[in-house]
């Protein structure tokens, strides 16, 4: 097919913020995560555990605690004081309310979904009523010393358990009273004697308070007689967090070591009803504190402060073995941070408060394959422009041409003129840009860099015109004619000039003809989220990537999917190709071979040929490294239409420049590792 | 993974080439050689190939108007050929002969349904009528008469295997739609009947067999396409006239929803089997295939199309399978490997197998309980299905009904029984088809018989036991007095299998093994029964001392290196008896001392019991350890060839282990210093070793670490080239 020169790009240094909380919501099998930055993102495990919505954080807004409530209403609180409800379609903080108790360390909500309980740094545990347009303060529980680290509610909601230091308290609803002290380090030799912190506590319906620590212990209390039923030490380190099964016969725990670790509730003796808890399976996912477990019917969920998350299936819950059961790892956003001006060579990284941009190096050689070309020159780094405020970035974008660069935090809009001259670069704000919706969830440059496009709330699309030398102008808003509350999340703009299609949150696409202004056709609504769109230079084709990992194409001007596309449904894409576990976040294509679509998901680059035949299961996907082996007279018997490369790993980026030239931009994981803080130090044996 | 390879053919069947002249194959027998195929045409014909070379090498005709009626077989033990035309006449030839009508001819009395030719064995001719004769015999007096067992049933199928020395014969009779199996048994000439389990809308199309500890497994294809076994004992002492053989489903042919319409089969090894037949998906013609299948995991492990149609016949002879494909006979190969779970999951998409294995019922484990329970489940079980039967305690316990044995009541008959009843139920117990609870139950057996055991001093069912513990998946918790038992008969070659096989063992018992090995005589031990498969290997047995063989040593000290101090080498030049060279224990011993380096163990709480070994045999038993490390280091992967040998972690562990244990004893033994100090000179020369390996070991790193520098550049440009 052909040769490529690639751009090895490992200069993005994005590093995750870690997972601070985790809140799995069952009904919806939707799991709400907070990172330490703020930010709050949602996956959505039956699109194939895609991270569908993603709220940038803010600096002043650290987030302690996520609490489903009210139906799917999704609450957190943190150390800023306030507890605030998130809007989910416009993906943003809807209102706050100031807890008036100082820092928020935790929070929980009760069965019904109607009361959240929050647990303040003055040591007062406050009741909040969930009511439609927010949460309202109904009471104060009694105030002790020490602040409220953790909490949680008995399941018919007449007592709350809340952990502090050194402490356990059990609360009684109604009267607000303590009922229960107890002092988890009684047993604790006097010379040996620290503070011991609960870092999490469940309260079981049998009246069993379950306590974690941070001297490693998973404690078992009866809250009535305030008696301690069973202790296991799980770890050297802290027990940072737990979460328990509906059924309250499995608990999972994490620690600071980076292991989790499950109990079940089992009998001791054979057809006895006396059951214990016993440790049971240990899993070693993380480098660094698990500050996050949630447990769901099937799987234990665990984030850390590695910025992974960690979806373990337990293997007796699951039908069937094999790809469903399959563990889940998760470091990196599903929606891109780099956007590529290809005509200047230059990529622009998107980082939560400020943004880079880069021009590529270029060389003067060629080579084969596997070699790699002596650099003439260096990639420059250019400019870094930083976000002014506490807001973090929600999107970004740079023109092909490369003299244009947007990007938006929740409350503001940024667009920057910029001018090459040499060696030299000079980056001019825009003056008076047009009062928009804001936030804008994503931006897209027009191909002749005329139009900027700003995805927004409510399914709208903002169309602003790009003035020379430094100007710009709202021209249009499109909307949906059926209209949704849903945001627009991914922006795809035909070669031509003539097509925008935009896909919001209720996964629909709309397609709008951008010569008069008016909405085109709706592609017909799939069962899964979008991952990736873009449209064809040549054709004018749709290419959508869905989460399930299925590819379609839809012709824009005939207003339905293309022979191809139904050619792929009909005959099913390979196996291997569905079992893949990122989505396809980026789609890109050549100019020159109109057959070919370029894509790409974490772990892999893909140069599809639609004019090569599918594989078929038994056939291999990648079957790059067996091709190259063999000669070229049989090489044509063996060709297929997926030509996969895994050689960069992890992907963020990767697109055409020109017609023989990509660019890929990695993030090795020992990169982000360096970043981090050094993990607790564990004796191995013998080292 | 089982694989097909490509096929090839191996002769024409048309009526203008090759042999038949189209009227088919009758059968293809195993040739002269493992290369060698016989194919007997139903016609006048009889052809031998050579496989490899795809070429025949002899072609021998009976005249016009006469047709050969029983496939050619070779005598393995002469390299004759025998053969009967026209139902009666016996016709014997060798290699060099050409015309059939000048050979050793015979005519017999009866008609022949198909001779039977067994490697190291006597030629067997099954007559219809259901008599057997071995040739030899037959040859004396051909006319003799011979009996008619079976009147109007027809024989569908017959299988002669060899079980020790004795020659058996199995064969299938039909009447009426009822199956009847008979083996005969040569030695007593004993014929069973039994009398097939009958299935509704179904009838079996195919059958095969194999034996395997003194229990022939048979395997039926049935028209549904479902393939049974059914397990037929070969002791069986009652003298009833029928007995009804129950059958298991050991395999359903689903084939993505739709039933392969099996038309013959033949078993590959213990997990697989292949089938022919034909396959109707919705909407679609049939299409017939060849299929590999997997009866562990019930998956189908590789199938081929045969678009231009078969014969229905399969033979499998050496790996290959032999089968007419349109107007050819072809030869394919297969190759058929123990399959792991994960080769066999998810090969077949849509398959209805569950991935439910079974587990022991643990609740159902409370000794008296369990026989309750079980006495009534199997009550209940058999009132419903009566085809479950296994009776035959009649002549042992004449006062019970002569119904079916149950667990519950095997238990009750150990406590009282006579050892020859007691044997008798357990080996129905044995070849019983696949069980619930299997394990428990067995369990249950056993902790029945050792209470027997404690309380009777001459009953001990040695072999039982034995057989009982191989089954596999029983443990030392399912049974705890067995050992202790064993220990206190000094039964070693139980208590060897036991810890071979069972994961569980308290370190208490595994210490009192290890003395009572260590005390047992080599003489003594000499007229034991152990196995000795772990050292077999490494021990000459035959002279295991005096006779230095000198070997070159590999693990890299040779005599530059040690001139200092390694006077293994020396010793080895001199010729002069050393700890480390000659094995200290006997073969038997040996063995029995490696079963307890493999039983799994917790140091903390093997060392105090260790602490108890008298001196002598702690110094004996170091001296073997020894010498199986210095034997271990002798190859460069250090370790011990041959099945189940203990590795040298397991020696190391264990020798520091004795030396923590003795250390004091061992300083003040005057016999010890010789081996701790031959013992010190060759670890410090291990120890030498290694840290000249590390300081390799440096330098490699060093250049990796300069390749991963080169990779961790921030940016390159490199080429990529997508085919």
Redesign the interface.
Known sequence: ???????????FSYVPAGVRCLAYHRRTDRLALARTDGAVEVYNFAANYFQEKAIPGHEARTVEALCWAAGDRLFGAGLGGDVSEYDLERLRVKRSVDGFGGPIWSMAANAGGTRLAIGCEDGSVKLFHVVPDGVQFERNLDRQQGRVLCLSWHPSETHIAAGSVDLLRVLDVGSGRTVQRIMVNYHVQKSKKRECVVWSVAFLSSGTVVSSDSFGRLQFWDWERGTLLESHTVSTSAVLSLAVSEKEDSIVVGTSAGATYQFQLLPVK??SQDKHWVRTKPFQHHTHDVRAVAHSPTALISGGLDAQLVIRPLMEKMQ???YEAALRKFTFPHRRLVSCARKARLLLFQFSQHLELWKL???DE????????P?CR??EHLVQLKSKGPEHIYCSCVSPCGSWIAYSTASRFHLYRAQYEGDSVSIKKVANVPKLLLPAYQLQCSADSGSLFVASDQGSVHVLQLLEPGGCKHLHTLRPPSGTPEAVYLLASSADGNWLAAASGDWEIHLYSLKRFKHHCTVPTYSCAVTALAIHPVTNNLVIAYSDQQLFEFSIPEKQYTAWSRTVQNSGLHKAWLERDSPITHIAFNPKNPSHILLHDVYMFC?LDKSLPLPDDSASLMN?SA??QLPETA?KRQ?HAF?I?K?FQPLLFADLLDENC?VMVER?IMDIKTQLPPPIQQKKFGT | MAALCEGFTLCGLGPSGGVGLGAGVLALEPGPDSDHVLLTDRGRTATLFKVSDQKPLGCWSVKHGQIITCPVVCNFETHEYIAVHDDKVLRIWKDEDVNLDKVFKATLSADVYRIHSLPHGEPLVLFKGGGVRTLDVLLEAPQQEIENFISDEVIKWSEAFLEGQEPILIFATEKDGDYFIYVQKFKLNILHKYKLEQQELSNPLSFTAYIKNQIITLLCLYSNGSVYKVLIPLQRHSEEEEQILSKSLLLKLLVSGSVLKGTSFAILDKDHVAVLGSLTAFGEESKECLTIWNTKFQTLQTSKELPLGTSGQLWCYGEKFFFTHGKVLTVIIYKCETSSLAAAVGKLKDSQTSDVSSFINWNALSDEELVDSLQSQQSVALKSESKMTLRSRRNSVAKVQPDTLTVGQLLLDIKDSSSAAIEDELKQLLSKPQMPDFQATIGCVITALINRCKTDPVFYPRNFLVQLIQKRGLSYSLCPDLMAVALEKKDVHLLQICLQRFPDIPEEITYACLKVFLSISDDYLERTDVNLESVICYIDIESNNKEVKTEIVENGFNAELEEDSCDIIFTKETHVKNDGEFCPVGPQKAALLNAVLHSAYSETFLLPHLKDLPAQQAVLFLRYLHYLYVKSSEKITTTLPGVLSPTINQIMDWMCLLLDAHFTVMVMLPEAKGLLSSLHKFVRAQVRFYSELNKIEGSLQELQRLKRQKDSQTYSIEVLELI
């Not at chain 1, 097919?1 to 200069?11: L, T």
């Not at chain 1, 060629?366 to 070309?373: A, H, I, T, Y």
């Open positions: 097919m052909g040769e490529f020169e690639v751009h090895r790009v490992r200069f054979m057809g069937k073995k094999g190096g270029s060389t060629s080579g084969k394959d596997g070699e790699v070309l650099v260096a990639p140069v790059q091709l190259k090489r060709l030509k490369c050689k990509l090795p």
